[in-house]
Protein backbone atom coordinates (compact mmCIF):
# COMPACT_ATOMS: atom_id res chain seq x y z
CA UNK A 1 0.00 0.00 0.00
CA UNK A 2 1.28 3.50 -0.84
CA UNK A 3 0.14 6.61 1.19
CA UNK A 4 0.16 9.92 0.35
CA UNK A 5 -0.03 12.71 3.13
CA UNK A 6 -0.21 16.60 2.50
CA UNK A 7 0.57 19.24 5.19
CA UNK A 8 0.86 22.93 4.52
CA UNK A 9 -2.85 24.37 4.21
CA UNK A 10 -4.72 27.21 5.84
CA UNK A 11 -5.58 30.46 5.68
CA UNK A 12 -3.75 33.35 4.16
CA UNK A 13 -4.54 36.91 3.08
CA UNK A 14 -4.20 38.26 -0.74
CA UNK A 15 -0.75 38.20 -1.35
CA UNK A 16 0.90 36.24 1.10
CA UNK A 17 2.42 32.52 0.61
CA UNK A 18 2.22 28.88 1.61
CA UNK A 19 3.75 26.07 1.18
CA UNK A 20 2.88 22.57 0.54
CA UNK A 21 4.31 19.17 1.10
CA UNK A 22 3.56 15.77 0.28
CA UNK A 23 5.14 12.54 1.44
CA UNK A 24 4.72 9.26 0.11
CA UNK A 25 5.08 6.58 1.86
CA UNK A 26 4.53 2.35 2.01
CA UNK A 27 6.03 -0.36 -0.46
CA UNK A 28 7.62 2.18 -2.77
CA UNK A 29 9.69 1.30 -5.82
CA UNK A 30 9.88 4.38 -7.51
CA UNK A 31 8.04 7.35 -8.80
CA UNK A 32 7.83 9.03 -11.84
CA UNK A 33 5.54 12.16 -12.30
CA UNK A 34 4.48 14.15 -8.99
CA UNK A 35 2.27 17.22 -9.09
CA UNK A 36 -0.45 19.19 -7.50
CA UNK A 37 -3.97 19.81 -8.48
CA UNK A 38 -6.63 21.77 -7.03
CA UNK A 39 -10.15 22.00 -7.05
CA UNK A 40 -12.40 25.14 -6.14
CA UNK A 41 -15.82 25.68 -4.98
CA UNK A 42 -18.05 24.77 -7.55
CA UNK A 43 -15.49 24.02 -9.74
CA UNK A 44 -13.81 20.85 -11.40
CA UNK A 45 -10.41 19.90 -10.26
CA UNK A 46 -7.43 21.30 -12.30
CA UNK A 47 -3.69 20.57 -12.59
CA UNK A 48 -1.53 23.09 -10.81
CA UNK A 49 1.84 22.08 -11.34
CA UNK A 50 3.68 18.50 -11.63
CA UNK A 51 6.99 17.66 -11.92
CA UNK A 52 9.02 14.47 -13.19
CA UNK A 53 11.45 12.32 -11.39
CA UNK A 54 14.41 14.44 -13.46
CA UNK A 55 12.77 17.60 -12.59
CA UNK A 56 11.01 18.46 -15.57
CA UNK A 57 8.05 21.00 -14.41
CA UNK A 58 4.81 21.82 -16.16
CA UNK A 59 2.20 24.66 -14.85
CA UNK A 60 -1.23 26.10 -15.31
CA UNK A 61 -0.92 29.58 -16.82
CA UNK A 62 -2.86 30.77 -13.80
CA UNK A 63 0.18 29.91 -11.32
CA UNK A 64 3.16 30.90 -13.49
CA UNK A 65 5.65 33.01 -11.94
CA UNK A 66 3.74 32.67 -8.29
CA UNK A 67 4.15 29.16 -7.56
CA UNK A 68 7.02 27.02 -7.72
CA UNK A 69 7.21 22.79 -7.60
CA UNK A 70 9.77 21.36 -6.60
CA UNK A 71 10.97 17.74 -5.01
CA UNK A 72 12.74 15.50 -2.81
CA UNK A 73 13.36 12.53 -4.30
CA UNK A 74 15.39 10.76 -1.27
CA UNK A 75 12.63 11.56 0.82
CA UNK A 76 9.74 10.85 -2.14
CA UNK A 77 8.38 14.32 -1.07
CA UNK A 78 7.08 17.13 -3.40
CA UNK A 79 6.45 20.61 -2.26
CA UNK A 80 4.64 23.66 -3.82
CA UNK A 81 5.72 26.58 -2.83
CA UNK A 82 2.72 29.35 -3.45
CA UNK A 83 3.33 33.23 -3.63
CA UNK A 84 1.49 36.13 -4.25
CA UNK A 85 -1.45 34.16 -3.58
CA UNK A 86 -4.98 35.60 -4.55
CA UNK A 87 -8.52 35.13 -3.66
CA UNK A 88 -9.49 32.86 -6.49
CA UNK A 89 -6.54 30.21 -5.91
CA UNK A 90 -9.22 29.08 -2.51
CA UNK A 91 -9.33 25.43 -3.18
CA UNK A 92 -8.75 22.11 -1.83
CA UNK A 93 -4.90 21.38 -2.80
CA UNK A 94 -4.57 17.49 -4.14
CA UNK A 95 -1.37 15.46 -4.39
CA UNK A 96 -1.05 13.12 -6.77
CA UNK A 97 1.88 10.68 -7.65
CA UNK A 98 2.63 7.95 -9.93
CA UNK A 99 4.08 5.35 -7.97
CA UNK A 100 5.38 1.88 -9.20
CA UNK A 101 4.95 -0.56 -5.91
CA UNK A 102 7.29 -2.92 -4.82
CA UNK A 103 6.86 -5.97 -6.52
CA UNK A 104 5.09 -4.26 -9.27
CA UNK A 105 5.97 -3.97 -12.96
CA UNK A 106 3.29 -0.57 -13.77
CA UNK A 107 2.58 2.57 -12.16
CA UNK A 108 -0.19 3.44 -10.02
CA UNK A 109 -2.09 6.97 -9.47
CA UNK A 110 -2.31 8.03 -5.67
CA UNK A 111 -3.69 10.55 -4.73
CA UNK A 112 -3.57 12.59 -1.09
CA UNK A 113 -6.82 13.57 1.30
CA UNK A 114 -6.41 16.90 -0.18
CA UNK A 115 -5.48 20.18 2.28
CA UNK A 116 -7.82 23.39 1.81
CA UNK A 117 -5.82 26.57 1.25
CA UNK A 118 -7.84 29.65 1.89
CA UNK A 119 -7.17 33.44 0.49
CA UNK A 120 -9.00 36.25 1.71
CA UNK A 121 -8.81 39.48 3.56
Known amino acids: QVQLVESGGGWVQPGGSLRLSCAASGSIHSINVMGWYRQGPGKQRELVAEITHSGSTNSADSVKGRFTISRDNAKNTVYLQMNSLRPDDTAVYYC???????????????WGQGTQVTVSS
Open 96 to 110: NAGVRSLGSTWYTAY
